[in-house]
């Protein structure tokens, strides 16, 4: 089609200045920064169309529903305990915590566009929260590659524009120190590029009991101010208190304000490589890729996967070589693993 062939439109937001509409944002941040609970305040408001945090009002037209597809938390002890000490209504929140596939539920992944899109229209919602995006990659994917994951995006970014509908996801930061970051979540450098907005969570570098969310990525205008949160409450019903703006901008979090992130490198890498190769064997060139884009330098990989007693093997008589866990049978160290690949 002809440029002018196309039907101008403004943008309209969620929250002014941080999450757009019927657009795809990622949220980033460590564990134990409160990701999930600061996304829950801001649902809660959605939900009862009360102020965002600085004031500004929602282009929602009142109150609105959310669906959110939450792996790691449970819903009757987590969820909804923080949905209540953040004022939200739980009955504009609808969680799809399965998929009937065949003859057994199972569990949703990104690729279940149609059935979020039936739970966005029963619930006249204008956000759906994924959190935390890796439990919902279809098994056998990777955020490795960025051709790859691009794809496995496409029926979410196709799900925000056609249902109008905000898809807020939620990633770890990656490992490592020193990230700019724009490109500090785990995974491929696709995954942010495919997102029109992200924020990240932090620690406050001028006050380690407070948190920051600065603004990493907007397309759409110019970056809201940083603000300053902390987290409080208890058992569960944990809540964000909204401290006020802050002058500290991202790069000053690059620049090693924020919280290191500087655990024990064999163990972390260990724990990386444990989790990689959980679904199956994977190829050495793809893992060498991750390792990279995820802060681990590829010598640590090897010695950490030596620990491991992983085995690497060709993959079929002309194929590269892969890595893949031990069995039960094998408990010697991966033997080809110091020859440098």
Request: some cysteine.
């Amino acid at each position: 089609m002809l440029l002018s062939e196309a039907e101008r439109s403004e943008v309209r937001w969620l929250w002014p200045g941080y999450i757009p509409l019927g657009k795809l944002v990622m949220v980033d941040g460590d564990p134990g920064v409160g990701k999930s609970t600061l996304i829950g305040d801001i649902v809660a408001r959605l939900t009862t169309g009360r102020e965002m945090p600085d004031g500004s009002r929602s282009e929602t037209d009142g109150p609105a529903g959310v669906v959110m597809l939450a792996g790691e938390e449970d819903a009757g002890d987590s969820i909804l305990p923080r949905m209540e000490a953040a004022g939200g209504d739980s009955r504009r929140v609808r969680l799809r915590v399965s998929v009937r596939r065949e003859y057994s539920d199972q569990s949703p992944t990104i690729e279940d566009a149609d059935h979020i899109a039936d739970d966005i229209a029963r619930s006249q919602a204008r956000a759906v929260v994924i959190d935390p995006f890796s439990e919902f990659l279809v098994s056998g994917q990777s955020t490795i590659s960025d051709p790859e994951i691009r794809e496995a995006l496409r029926p979410l970014r196709r799900l925000a524009q056609e249902t109008g509908a905000t898809v807020i996801v939620v990633r770890h930061l990656r490992k490592g120190a020193n990230k700019r970051m724009v490109h500090a979540g785990a995974g491929s450098m696709g995954i942010i590029g495919a997102a029109r907005a992200a924020l990240l969570c932090d620690r406050n570098p001028a006050n380690p009991s407070e948190r920051l969310m600065v603004v990493t990525k907007n397309s759409y205008g110019p970056e809201g101010a940083s603000q300053r949160y902390r987290i409080a409450g208890e058992r569960g019903a944990v809540r964000v208190e909204w401290l006020g703006p802050s002058e500290v901008r991202a790069h000053e979090l690059e620049d090693g304000g924020g919280a290191p992130r500087t655990a024990k490198p064999k163990d972390d890498a260990a724990e990386w490589i444990a989790a990689r190769l959980a679904e199956g064997p994977v190829a050495t060139t793809a893992l060498q890729e991750a390792a990279t884009g995820d802060g681990f330098a590829w010598p640590t990989v090897r010695r950490a996967a030596e620990r491991l007693c992983v085995v690497r093997q060709k993959a079929g008589f002309q194929g590269g070589w892969e890595w893949s866990l031990p069995g039960e049978d094998d408990h010697e160290p991966a033997k080809m693993i110091m020859s440098g690949v």
